[in-house]
């Protein structure tokens, strides 16, 4: 059975940096591709960037391009998400998910527990 654990969440002044990381666990990566999402109380549960098995494909939200990275590590089962430049907007739990490329929510087929990520003004 397939596992994805995050890690890395925490508070956080605007401007600041926060590096989260996830690790998937009970099989390789490959062919699937790994996602990072968020949720804000009393909002939708929104994709924030992506990337597939090879790391040759990405994708991020408008709202954090340029301020955030998505980077995968196969050998270690392990993806990044450096996030800077941060924003009290950006506060939200973060979750890592599993599924196939191109990632949406419909294709998801695993979800870590998720992490916090608060950012104070």
């Known amino acids: 059975q397939v596992r994805v654990t995050e890690s890395g969440g925490g508070l956080v002044q605007a401007g600041g940096s926060l590096r989260l990381s996830c690790a998937a666990s009970?099989?390789?990566?490959?062919?699937?591709?790994l996602g990072w999402f968020r949720q804000a109380p009393g909002k939708d549960r929104d994709l924030v960037a992506a990337?597939?098995?090879?790391?040759?494909?990405?994708y991020y939200a408008d709202s954090v391009k340029g301020r955030f990275t998505i980077s995968i590590q196969n050998a270690q089962n392990t993806v990044w998400l450096q996030m800077n430049s941060l924003k009290p907007e950006d506060t939200a739990v973060y979750y890592c998910?599993?599924?196939?490329?191109?990632?949406?929510?419909?294709?998801?087929?695993?979800w870590g527990q998720g992490t916090q990520v608060t950012v104070s003004s």
């Open positions: 009970g099989r390789t990566l490959a062919p699937y591709a």
């Open positions: 990337i597939n098995w090879t790391g040759g494909a990405t």
């Open positions: 998910a599993r599924g196939l490329w191109p990632i949406t929510i419909a294709t998801i087929n695993t």
